[in-house]
C-alpha cells in the first residue's frame, strides 16, 4: 500500500492500526477510534488514508481544526477525490470559512457532478456568502438528484417564498432528536431558553393560569413552569417529540400537528389562554402571521405571549445554513403592532451553541395593548 513505512515491522503496525480505526470509525466509537488514528498518522507520515481517518474522527469529536490540516494533507499526498474535497469543504464550513469552503467544494462537484451532498454543502456555502440565487440554484440541483433530500426540500422551498418552511423535513428532524434532544440541548447546546422566557414572565409579574406551549417539543417549557401554572396544553409537529411530552405527565391536552392548525381548528386548544409560550419554535415556522391569526382569538385580554428567536440584522425573515429562520426586530415590531399588542420587554439572550459559538437571539414579552 502506498505510503506505508519501508520497516516491515512499522508496517505491520501501520496496518494492524489502519484495521482497528476503520473498525472503531464503522462501529461510530470515536473516543476510541481518535488515539489510534493519531498513532497511525505518527508511524505512517505519508499514508494519505491516516489523515482521512483522523479527520473523520476530529469532526464526529468536535475539532474541525484539526480535521481542516487532516484532509488538507490527505489532498495533498494525493490522489485527488471527491471525498477528501468534499471532507475539507465541511471542515471548511464548520470553522466558519464558507468562503475558503467554496472551492473544495465546486472541485468536488467537478470530480462528482450531481452529488446532492456536495451540492447541499457548497448550497450552505453560498448562502452564508449572500449568494442566495447560486444557492437555490445547488439546493435545487440536490433536489433533483435525489427528491427525498429533505434538507435540500427545505432550503428550497425557504429561498423560493420567503419564510416558507418544509414541514415534513421540521417533522423529521425533531423525531429522529426526540430521544436525546433534552439531554444533547440542554448539555452540549447549553440551551436555556425555557428558563430565561419563565423567568421574564415572572420579572413582569404575569401569573401563568392557563399556558399555551407552541411547539411543546418535550416539554422542557412545562418544566421550566413547573409549580407555576393552572394549565398547560402543548402542541407539536412531531409526534415522537410529543410522546416525550407526554410522559412528564405535565400537560392537560397534547397534539401532533402544525401549530396554527391546531389552534385554529382544535377545540381543546379553543382557550382563551392568559399566557402563550414558543421557545425556540418561530425559528423553524419562518413567516409568522398566519400564526398569530390562530393565536389572537386564543388570547386571554391581559394575556402574554413569550417567545424566542435568532436574531437578524439583515432582513426581516432570514433563512440560514443551519435550516433556521432568523428574524428582525423590526419585523416583530410590525407584527406585534397589526395585532394590538405592545412590547412590553425584550432583552438579548444566546439562543445555543452551534460549531462551539453561540447564537445571538431575542426573548420578547408580548401583551395586548390598552
Known amino acids: 500500500m502506498k505510503g506505508l513505512p519501508d520497516d516491515p515491522v512499522h508496517a505491520l503496525r501501520a496496518r494492524e492500526l489502519l484495521a482497528e480505526t476503520r473498525q472503531l470509525i464503522a462501529a461510530e466509537r470515536w473516543k476510541d477510534a481518535a488515539p489510534r488514528s493519531h498513532a497511525l498518522m505518527q508511524i505512517a507520515p505519508d499514508l494519505a488514508e491516516a489523515y482521512d481517518l483522523m479527520g473523520v474522527v476530529a469532526m464526529k469529536t468536535g475539532a474541525p481544526q484539526i480535521a481542516e490540516a487532516c484532509f488538507a494533507r490527505a489532498i495533498a499526498i494525493g490522489p485527488v477525490s471527491a471525498t477528501r474535497l468534499h471532507n475539507l469543504g465541511r471542515a471548511l464550513l464548520a470553522l466558519g470559512k464558507s468562503g475558503e469552503a467554496e472551492r473544495p467544494l465546486q472541485r468536488a462537484l467537478n470530480i462528482r457532478a450531481d452529488d446532492p451532498a456536495i451540492l447541499s454543502d457548497l448550497g450552505d456555502a453560498q448562502l452564508n456568502l449572500g449568494k442566495h440565487a447560486d444557492a437555490l440554484k445547488s439546493f435545487r440541483r440536490a433536489l433533483k438528484k435525489d427528491p427525498k433530500h429533505r434538507y435540500a426540500a427545505h432550503m428550497v422551498a425557504a429561498l423560493t417564498e420567503t419564510g416558507t418552511p418544509d414541514p415534513t423535513y421540521v417533522r423529521r428532524l425533531f423525531d429522529d432528536y426526540a430521544e436525546i434532544f433534552d439531554e444533547h440541548l440542554t448539555g452540549k447546546l447549553a440551551y436555556r431558553v425555557p428558563d430565561a422566557l419563565a423567568a421574564m414572565l ?8 392557563t399556558v399555551l406551549d407552541l411547539g411543546c417539543g418535550t416539554g422542557l417549557v412545562a418544566a421550566a413552569l413547573q409549580g407555576r401554572f393552572g394549565a398547560i396544553d402543548g402542541v407539536d409537529i412531531a409526534p415522537k417529540m410529543v410522546e416525550q411530552a407526554q410522559s412528564r405527565r405535565l400537560y392537560r391536552n397534547l397534539a401532533v ?29 419562518g413567516a409568522l402571521e398566519i400564526l398569530f391569526d390562530a393565536m389572537m382569538p386564543r388570547l386571554a385580554d391581559n394575556g402574554r405571549i413569550a417567545f424566542s428567536v435568532e436574531t437578524s440584522s439583515t432582513s426581516d425573515i432570514e433563512i440560514r445554513s443551519s435550516g433556521r429562520f432568523a428574524h428582525s426586530a423590526s419585523y416583530i415590531g410590525t407584527l406585534a403592532d397589526k395585532n394590538g399588542l405592545t412590547i412590553l420587554a425584550q432583552q438579548d439572550h444566546d439562543i445555543r451553541m452551534e460549531l462551539e459559538r453561540p447564537i445571538p437571539g431575542q426573548l420578547y414579552l408580548l401583551g395586548r395593548a390598552n
Not at 202 to 209: C, I, L, M, V
Not at 257 to 285: K, L, Q, W
Open 202 to 209: 415572572a420579572a413582569e409579574g404575569h401569573k401563568a393560569r
Open 257 to 285: 400537528g402544525d401549530c396554527a392548525e391546531v389552534v385554529a381548528s382544535n377545540p381543546d386548544f379553543a382557550g382563551p389562554y392568559d399566557t402563550i409560550i414558543a421557545a425556540d419554535v418561530f425559528i423553524y415556522i
